[in-house]
C-alpha cells in the first residue's frame, strides 16, 4: 500500500486542534506490513472499561502508538528567557510526569520522539477569508525511515500566551494526541475531550482504557520496509 497524497485534516474545535500530516518522502513507497504490538506491561494493568477508542481517527499506517520504550521527549524552550518560560516548562514536566506511569517516558536534550515546542501557532485564514480562531496547541506528526523500519515523531506546540491553568491541561491534552490517542473524547470529564473546559480533569479511567486499546490495535509502525524485487 502506498502513501496517499499529502492530506490535511483537521480534528477537534476551539482552541485545541490537531492536524494529521503524512510526510512527503515516504510517498509513494511501499509500506511494512500491518501487525499487533506487544502491549506494554504498564498498560497491560490498566482496566479495561468504558473508552473512546471508537472516535479515534485511523491512518495509513495503522495505530500512532510507539514501538520502542521508552518514548524520548524534548522540552524545547526556544531560548526564551522570560519569567513565564519557566511556569511553561513546569506545566509540561508536571504532563510528561502524568502520563508516564501509562508509557513509560524518558526527558532528553537530543533529537526525540516527542518533541515540546514553546512557540506560537501562525493564524490561520478559512476558506471564505476570515482569520481562524487563535490555537493555543497543536499536535503533528511526520514519519521516517530508520534503517529500513518505519517510526513517526510528534511535535507539539504549545503558545507561551496561553493562560497559566490551561497550560497543564493542554500540555496533558496534545501528550494524549503524541503517545496514540489520535482523537477526541466526547465527554468534559476526560482529558482528550476536544475544548477546553473551567475545571480540566485528570487523566480519567476512560482516557487510560482508551491508550490501552490503542497499543491492542495494529500498526505498520516499527515494521521493515518490504524489500524491493
Ligand atoms: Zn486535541
Known sequence: ???ATKRLLSIGILTILTVLMLSRPLMGQALPELKPQPLPASLAQVAVGDDYADRLQTTPVGALLWTQFPVSVR???ADSTDARAKVW???VTQAISDWSGLIELTQTTAAADI???RASLPL???????????????TRFEFYNQDGRLRHRMVITLSPTQADRSLLSGARHELGHALGIWGHSDRPTDVMYSSQVAQPPQISDRDRATLRKVYTQSTRLGGSFPKMP
Do not use: C, N, S, W
Open 89 to 91: 516548562q513546569e506545566a
Open 124 to 138: 490561520r485564514r478559512l476558506a471564505d477569508g476570515k482569520l481562524a480562531p487563535v490555537r493555543f496547541a497543536d
Open 75 to 77: 522540552i524545547d524552550l
Open 1 to 3: 500500500m502506498a502513501l
Open 115 to 117: 518533541t515540546i515546542r
